[in-house]
Nanobody
């Protein structure tokens, strides 16, 4: 059994930074590619960034390119999302997702004020 749990959300001003973390617990050797998604109020969930098992970033949403960076530390069973120069439109609940298991975390709220 594997669980993923997000942390690091909060409320910030536009232009500030946050770092989200996704901690994977359980049978971590079964986890392959991982991703961060987000769902803003009234909108559909969208892919923010994804990363391979080996820690190679593979995809970023156009709206976050150059501002967000996904990284992975398999020794610590953790996937992080560094978010810089945040904008009000980045406000959403951010979710961690394990592709090989179809497993979602409960999410962490990010709110960016102008």
């Amino acid at each position: 059994q594997v669980e993923v749990a997000e942390s690091g959300g909060g409320s910030v001003q536009a232009g500030e930074s946050l770092r989200l973390s996704c901690l994977v617990s359980g049978k971590t050797w079964t986890v392959g590619g991982m991703a961060w998604y987000r769902r803003a109020s009234g909108k559909e969930r969208e892919l923010v960034a994804r990363i391979t098992r080996g820690g190679v970033p593979r995809e970023y949403a156009d709206s976050v390119k150059g501002r967000f960076k996904i990284s992975r530390d398999n020794d610590k069973n953790r996937v992080d999302l560094q978010m810089d120069n945040l904008r009000p439109e980045d406000s959403a609940v951010y979710y961690c997702y394990a592709f090989s298991l179809g497993l979602w975390g409960l999410g962490t709220q990010v709110t960016v004020s102008s």
